[in-house]
């Protein structure tokens, strides 16, 4: 096991000579904050506590913070907005925490190469209001976008609503700014739509929880702005029926839609009760998110209404057209507030599942998923990104339960092993960090594990980045 | 420098041991011929030469022949179907050849969840034809599609003629089966559309020139067939204002089409000689091929109206809207043809580069590269996928020249020069192999040339699979 030197009131010293005193805080309400995601009541927090928060300005700032780092062998946790699902920047082995909030600029919005360069900083939301403010699209949109900054969204590959169409995070990273462990600074990438000079870097960083380097700049791919865009709300009698219908969209429907969302009965009310809103049948057994979009309004019109036609010829209950910016907003509003509202209602520790399955897998994992948590006598929550097959599942005992620990265990335990034997893995967009740590070996064979401490040695050969996470390294 | 032992008898006897003494073999015609891809004529070529090709039939065949590799210290250079054009698969440091050709597999077209899982040696064009006759789609299309091997492909993230608007190959790769330097054998990826477990291995082999493991199988992602394809041809009276136009099909025309090329007059005359056939309007200037796809015939034809014209707007001489089966195919034919056309005519040591710039860099490029090569005093040929900014040069001085070589090496280092400074970069789709692999330093800095060593040693630690590729090495 590594061994790392503490935070003493020299180093701290040195990095307010680097970034100003205003820019380090050693206070403990902050040290707290600072050293927690959104991950809910899981036993490995305690221990990780940063030693001292740093909040550099620039890229040099970073670059002379990961030199006195690796000087000092003092772990550094690159941290966004704080709001992951993995314990991704919390700080495993202590040390400093980089919160990237003052590096929050929108750099350049370049129309001539549908460009968008940005520091880590910026919250996702305001990424997608300077896309469309030029008339172009930033298609990252994951339900956290109205907090969360694109630093967290590129270190954990975020996914959310529009994968089915457009791919993750990742597809829309042409170029990244990097610092890496001994305190260079270099460009993977550029404003180019291709490019086979060396490995593919950029995409390795992505997704890669702060372990490899700290990304101080980011160049986003923008595209066109679709013109029309319509959502469609789908009530089905039961889950059964809903899951089905979904592979008809692409298979027989022959449109690939931006968006295809799932949300089981207990979703739709926890959301509804947590907004104080009402949607329509709101006691279907299961609702679908369609969203549509096209630049001619009428074939997009001739495409919902095949849709829509489609989704009633296979036993939806009825088919709402969200076509105006009210009526879309609150749908999304709806969708994007589930996980809090479990949150909510349902507090403490659950099983807060972020699997994936290929997408013809997602009828019987869902069968699969009723048997095993019916078995544990649990209730659950499923909902998630149906269209990309990928489920987020939370599991809670009722709170009287002597038992809660080890039934959430169980249920753990069964689905992993129903979603490895359908072809699917651990998490498809909330990352690995510290939640999922100890999980990977059973979804990655030795070869693999061993591949990622090398690769990570490879590029931070002190492991003074994030360390201790996304494998076991005891 | 990394000393490798010879491929003694003993070796070949082993190799037979394990592959049969039909896949293995030391004739000296095979040897030369496995030994070169299309490159043209480069001084490295001579030493480069295999000492064993061998055809493996199936993934523990090759986890055998690369066990017994480790095991003497023997080179193992993976190669598809020799249609490279960096040198990516001759043998730098001589050694086994694998060749993939007997591994040549269609295994499994899944309807349901929309993949193609293939072995590295079938044909590129196989592979669209699959797709196509199940109502699908792969959207790679290299122009070398008819002869490439998918697992070349997948090796140097091929481009090719859909990449603006579905990438490159990379963009279609949603696993692959590895034979690792060690021997083991491991899947990276699967059939499911996302994931971030663990680093993102996948899309750092694709690209990665057999440098970090072999891939013996490959599961691809499928889409939605689009109903309606139309090309436009769109002859322009110079490069100059065909150059200009391109970035307002997106930005007014507001399409991403599936494909914008570019060829210059000389690219047409030459492959009008080439397949003894003629094009509308060969005397223009330049000529764009602008592809348009859709599900509704009707208002796919509004869109090329649309786009149509606003070519005529912006200086086009005519558009030739080419909708049927035949016409398309007589224009691709001649596109695709454009780079044997070149060798043709322009037989011998050229200057054939693949670089690539932001596409609102291409005027300039083209105005710089035209000033270049003419102050040098020789012919040149432009022609490629210009709606990614990505350019194939052929610079031709004539053949009586005495100074041919010097020539060709002004223009080489001026146009590195330039690309770099519009944000360019070496090398779009063709990959680095041999060829490039002393400019990489032009155009990566010291931390990245370290990096990719350094990766490279991680997953291979011998430096067994194919070494002295993509950076210098001594």
Redesign the interface.
Same mark, same amino acid.
């Given at each position: 096991m590594t061994e790392y030197r503490p935070v003493t009131a020299h180093v701290v010293e040195r990095l307010q000579n680097i970034l100003g005193a205003r820019n380090v805080s050693c206070d403990a309400d902050k040290l707290l904050t600072y050293s927690r995601d959104e991950v809910q009541g899981p036993f490995w927090k305690d221990g990780c506590l940063a030693e001292v928060v740093v909040f550099p300005e620039s890229t040099e700032d970073v670059a002379a913070l990961v030199r006195l780092a690796g000087e000092e062998r003092i772990p550094l946790t690159a941290r966004g907005a704080g709001t992951g699902l993995s314990g991704g920047a919390v700080p495993a082995r202590r040390g400093i925490v980089v919160s990237f909030e003052k590096m929050n600029r929108i750099i350049e919005l370049?129309? *001539? !190469?549908?460009?968008l360069t940005v520091e880590p900083g910026v919250v996702t939301a305001e990424i997608n209001r300077a896309a469309v403010d030029a008339g172009l699209l930033y298609a990252g949109d994951p339900c956290s976008g109205d907090a969360s900054f694109i630093g967290g969204n590129v270190a *954990? !590959?975020a996914?959310g609503n529009k994968?089915?169409k457009y791919?993750?995070t990742?597809?829309h990273v042409l170029a990244l700014e990097a610092v890496?462990a001994d305190g260079?600074v270099?460009w993977?990438g550029?404003?180019?739509?291709?490019?086979?000079?060396?490995?593919?870097?950029v995409?390795?960083l992505?997704?890669?929880e702060g372990t490899l380097a700290l990304i101080t700049k980011i160049v986003l791919k923008l595209?066109?702005l679709p013109?029309e865009v319509v959502d469609l709300l789908v009530p089905f009698p039961d889950v059964a029926s809903a899951v089905a219908f979904v592979?008809r969209i692409?298979?027989e429907g022959?449109?690939?839609p931006a968006s295809i969302e799932f949300m089981d009965r207990r979703s739709i009310n926890l959301t509804e009760r947590f907004l104080n809103t009402n949607l329509p049948y709101s006691d279907a057994g299961a609702h679908l998110i369609i969203q549509l979009e096209g630049?001619?309004a009428?074939?997009l019109a001739?495409?919902y209404e095949r849709i829509g036609d489609l989704c009633l010829a296979h036993g939806a209950l009825e088919v709402f057209v969200a076509d105006n910016r009210n009526s879309r907003d609150k749908l999304w509003k709806a969708r994007k507030s589930i996980t809090e509202s479990v949150w909510a209602f349902h507090p403490g520790k659950n099983v807060n599942e972020d699997v994936?399955?290929?997408?013809?897998?997602v009828p019987e994992l869902m069968r699969r998923l009723d048997e095993i948590v019916t078995r544990a006598g649990s209730a659950y929550v499923v909902f998630g990104?149906i269209?990309?097959?990928?489920m987020h599942v939370t599991a809670a005992p009722a709170p009287e339960e002597p038992d809660r620990e080890s039934i959430l265990h169980r249920i753990q335990d069964e689905l992993y092993d129903v979603v490895k034997s359908l072809?699917?893995?651990?998490?498809?967009?909330?990352?690995?960090g510290l939640k999922?740590r100890d999980a990977?070996t059973r979804?990655?064979?030795a070869?693999?594990?061993d591949?990622?401490r090398?690769?990570k040695?490879?590029?931070d050969p002190q492991n003074i980045l994030n360390p201790d996470k996304?494998?076991p390294w005891e």
């Amino acid at each position: 096991m590594t061994e790392y030197r503490p935070v003493t009131a020299h180093v701290v010293e040195r990095l307010q000579n680097i970034l100003g005193a205003r820019n380090v805080s050693c206070d403990a309400d902050k040290l707290l904050t600072y050293s927690r995601d959104e991950v809910q009541g899981p036993f490995w927090k305690d221990g990780c506590l940063a030693e001292v928060v740093v909040f550099p300005e620039s890229t040099e700032d970073v670059a002379a913070l990961v030199r006195l780092a690796g000087e000092e062998r003092i772990p550094l946790t690159a941290r966004g907005a704080g709001t992951g699902l993995s314990g991704g920047a919390v700080p495993a082995r202590r040390g400093i925490v980089v919160s990237f909030e003052k590096m929050n600029r929108i750099i350049e919005l370049d129309r *001539e !190469n549908l460009t968008l360069t940005v520091e880590p900083g910026v919250v996702t939301a305001e990424i997608n209001r300077a896309a469309v403010d030029a008339g172009l699209l930033y298609a990252g949109d994951p339900c956290s976008g109205d907090a969360s900054f694109i630093g967290g969204n590129v270190a *954990e !590959n975020a996914g959310g609503n529009k994968v089915v169409k457009y791919g993750p995070t990742g597809s829309h990273v042409l170029a990244l700014e990097a610092v890496m462990a001994d305190g260079s600074v270099t460009w993977f990438g550029g404003k180019r739509r291709k490019d086979v000079t060396g490995y593919d870097f950029v995409h390795l960083l992505v997704g890669s929880e702060g372990t490899l380097a700290l990304i101080t700049k980011i160049v986003l791919k923008l595209l066109p702005l679709p013109a029309e865009v319509v959502d469609l709300l789908v009530p089905f009698p039961d889950v059964a029926s809903a899951v089905a219908f979904v592979p008809r969209i692409v298979t027989e429907g022959k449109v690939l839609p931006a968006s295809i969302e799932f949300m089981d009965r207990r979703s739709i009310n926890l959301t509804e009760r947590f907004l104080n809103t009402n949607l329509p049948y709101s006691d279907a057994g299961a609702h679908l998110i369609i969203q549509l979009e096209g630049n001619d309004a009428e074939s997009l019109a001739d495409e919902y209404e095949r849709i829509g036609d489609l989704c009633l010829a296979h036993g939806a209950l009825e088919v709402f057209v969200a076509d105006n910016r009210n009526s879309r907003d609150k749908l999304w509003k709806a969708r994007k507030s589930i996980t809090e509202s479990v949150w909510a209602f349902h507090p403490g520790k659950n099983v807060n599942e972020d699997v994936v399955v290929p997408t013809g897998a997602v009828p019987e994992l869902m069968r699969r998923l009723d048997e095993i948590v019916t078995r544990a006598g649990s209730a659950y929550v499923v909902f998630g990104h149906i269209g990309d097959g990928n489920m987020h599942v939370t599991a809670a005992p009722a709170p009287e339960e002597p038992d809660r620990e080890s039934i959430l265990h169980r249920i753990q335990d069964e689905l992993y092993d129903v979603v490895k034997s359908l072809g699917g893995t651990l998490t498809g967009e909330h990352g690995v960090g510290l939640k999922r740590r100890d999980a990977i070996t059973r979804f990655l064979d030795a070869t693999q594990i061993d591949l990622i401490r090398r690769v990570k040695l490879a590029f931070d050969p002190q492991n003074i980045l994030n360390p201790d996470k996304i494998v076991p390294w005891e």
